[in-house]
């Protein structure tokens, strides 16, 4: 105790632990409070484990586990362990960059041949990219000093659960400062050819994951192509020769297997360069650059997306006839054959496509019919809502076109509103209590953006002249959008904050006001029995003057004292408060029958005794000793001015001289237990009495 009150520190466990000789870095791990002594960053602990050798041995503990280690601490806990103090220890990072020895045993761990073990291979993804976080520049230096076999090491272990992050991390997608490394590491893979070696993994000879891997990690680097540190990477990505490979990728792959996940996943990265080049020709047109270059890079452009409508129309065929595909029983039919993700991921790829608004990709669309065949998938898959939405933004598409020879097709060839009135008949004839179809949501909202379409003139002779089409209009759709209007709870919440709107959002979860009604002609008016304003305060004023009456405060406890204060009296105190806290009031407000006394709120009554200290004897008066004395319990807050109180009767002997001496050595014993006791003990001589 007196260590701590001088400011002194007891020791930690682990501090003693370590003021051993030959002290195991083992023992340490063990103990449980070491990751809390690193966090509070203890001087002991820290040194202890920046040593060289225990860096060292930390190093080895969480990446090179022996994989026929039974031991279920040295094969997953103390790996774990070990790397998280290397990440917590604050001036490690320090040691590991002006130390290229400790650099190469953290990097020798690539040298595994894949897959890497779990253990090892989170704990150096870890590492490194904390490493790289905390000393960019030093980490970006180093590896561009490297040769190609350490540069490949890295693409090879894709396959590892985090490796893409890492390698995203240590090309500086994520760097707050993009001149940091100044594309150091981007301009290093490029020199081994990253792009061609990671191409050449997309084959059957190795796993989905390293597929998916790959894909994604480049799909972020097209994305974030403003970033200088990866801008060589992306804009390789981004030219139509590489383009075109990767579609040939894909494209063979589909021929394989009809279910490709590179087909499916390489799709998304398309996606992502062709929104990637229209980005790049927004800006360089924002940019007002020298008008050469811009048509240069409106050539590359289109060079780009002529390259993948070569494409197109083995993806138009493969939507008609996907092959052989196993199907589907579902509760509520049979699929013969499925949709199939890579359908899905076709009827995408075209939308992105047409919506580059590039005259060609719209010719080479009508060549291919590829209108009708998604009006097909659409009607076909009634319950697939995501090719709904894909359907439904193509038709939206065709509709705000320049193109005059799209807009004809889709009303003409494809038969756009013959097939809208059409599905709308057939729910009118479907059988009773059976369900909608699950595209008929989609059919309101197509049948509403074509009637917002009239304003196109391309578009309004096809609708005018379409009598039937006119009359679904007037009639079931009109008759639809009045019920969608129809608000649900008979209003709409106001989200402002207008306070004085009983449906603003500040005020939604308060009651609603109660509003005054009519007088009744069978009633007499309420008014004279309201209470007024005047007859208020004059309450107000009356409750003050009755509590000026006494200058002290009740407590329901007081009551004690009078028993403790007795020579020979065998109330235990306990007991008393006890019976305290189980006292009913008993007034003649039928409001407050059941409430109990709260005996530690402080009230004000009137006494009726008020004991005196004569002769170092107590003795109370009685103002009534025509009437038995009674006990009666504190007052609630209602009566507390109008309450009468009489005090329990005192005993005999207290007024017995006889029994003072006799009873002497009681009666102090009593009154150091009640003085123990944290009740309130009036002063008797300080009341004022009225």
């Given at each position: 105790m007196f260590g701590w009150r001088a400011g002194f520190q007891q020791k930690s466990g682990l501090e003693v632990l370590l003021e051993k000789q030959d002290v195991k870095i083992e023992e340490a791990l063990d103990h449980d409070d070491l990751l809390q002594e690193l966090r509070t960053a203890n001087e002991k602990v820290v040194n202890f484990f920046l040593k060289p050798q225990s860096i060292h041995k930390l190093v080895n503990l969480s990446l090179f586990v022996d994989s026929d280690e039974t031991d279920e601490n040295q094969k997953f806990k103390y790996p774990l362990i070990a790397c998280e103090v290397l990440v917590s220890l604050p001036t490690v990072f320090n040691v590991f960059t002006s130390n290229e020895e400790l650099m190469g045993l953290l990097i020798k761990f690539l040298e595994q041949k894949p897959p890497l073990p779990s253990p090892g291979s989170f704990c150096f993804v870890r590492i490194l990219q904390t490493l790289y976080t905390k000393k960019p520049s030093e980490v970006a230096d180093y590896l561009s000093r490297q040769n190609e076999k350490l540069a490949l090491k890295f693409l090879e272990h894709l396959e590892t659960f985090g490796m893409n992050e890492l390698i995203l991390t240590l090309l500086g997608t994520m760097d707050e400062d993009e001149n940091i490394q100044k594309g150091k590491i981007s301009k290093w893979w490029m020199e081994y050819g990253f792009i061609k070696f990671l191409f050449s993994r997309l084959t059957h000879d190795y796993s989905p994951d390293f597929h998916i891997n790959i894909i994604r990690m480049l799909s972020e680097i097209v994305r974030r192509f403003q970033n200088p540190n990866i801008s060589t990477i992306a804009d390789n990505l981004m030219t139509p020769e590489v383009s075109h490979d990767l579609m040939n990728l894909m494209m063979k792959d589909l021929q394989i297997n009809s279910k490709s996940v590179i087909f499916i996943e390489s799709t998304n990265l398309i996606i992502a360069i062709i929104d990637s080049l229209v980005r790049k020709e927004e800006m360089n047109k924002l940019c007002q650059n020298n008008k050469d270059e811009d048509s240069d890079i409106d050539n590359k452009i289109d060079e780009t997306f002529r390259g993948f409508l070569d494409f197109?129309?083995?993806?138009?065929?493969?939507?008609?006839?996907?092959?052989?595909?196993?199907?589907?029983?579902?509760t509520w039919g049979t699929l013969t054959p499925p949709l199939g993700m890579v359908r899905l991921k076709v009827v995408e790829l075209l939308l992105v496509l047409l919506k580059t608004k590039r005259r060609y990709v719209e010719d080479q669309m009508l060549q291919l019919n590829l209108?009708?065949?998604?009006?097909?998938?659409?009607?076909?898959?009634?319950?697939?809502?995501?090719?709904?939405?894909?359907?439904?933004?193509i038709i939206v598409s065709c509709l705000y076109s320049e193109n005059a020879e799209l807009i004809t097709d889709l009303f003409s060839k494809a038969q756009l509103l013959n097939r809208l009135i059409k599905a709308v008949q057939d729910d009118e004839n479907r059988p009773p209590k059976s369900t909608r179809k699950g595209y008929f949501g989609h059919i309101i909202s197509i049948s509403n953006k074509i009637e917002e379409a009239k304003q196109n003139p391309m578009v309004n002779p096809f609708i005018e002249s379409n009598q039937e089409w006119k009359r679904y209009v007037e009639g079931k759709l009109n008759e639809w959008n009045e019920k969608d209007k129809s608000i649900l709870g008979g209003t709409v919440p106001n989200l402002g904050g207008n306070i004085h709107d009983p449906l603003s959002i500040q005020n939604f979860y308060q009651p609603p006001q109660e509003q005054e009604s009519p007088p009744s002609p069978t009633m007499p008016s309420s008014s004279k029995y309201t209470v007024t304003m005047e007859e208020e305060q004059e309450d107000l004023k009356e409750s003050e003057r009755n509590a000026d009456v006494l200058d002290m405060h009740f407590d329901a406890r007081d009551s004690l004292g009078d028993d403790l204060l007795l020579p020979g009296s065998q109330t235990n105190a306990n007991e008393d408060v006890w019976h305290e806290r189980q006292i009913v009031d008993n007034s003649n407000s039928t409001e407050d029958w059941c409430r109990f006394d709260d005996p530690f709120q402080e009230k004000f009554i009137i006494p009726q005794s008020v004991p005196k200290l004569e002769n170092n004897e107590i003795i109370h008066e009685d103002s009534s000793s025509d009437e038995e004395d009674t006990?009666?319990?504190?007052?609630?807050?209602?009566?507390?001015?109008?309450a009468e109180v009489t005090p329990k009767p005192t005993s005999p002997s207290l007024h017995s001289s006889s029994n003072q001496h006799q009873h002497q050595d009681e009666d102090e014993h009593d009154m150091d237990t009640f003085n123990s006791i944290n009740f309130w003990r009036p002063n008797w001589e300080t009341v004022a009495v009225e």
């Open positions: 197109t129309e083995q993806l138009v065929a493969f939507l008609r006839n996907p092959g052989e595909l196993e199907q589907i029983e579902l209108l009708s065949v998604c009006l097909d998938l659409f009607f076909t898959y009634d319950m697939n809502n995501l090719l709904h939405i894909l359907v439904d933004e006990f009666i319990p504190s007052p609630t807050k209602e009566s507390t001015t109008t």
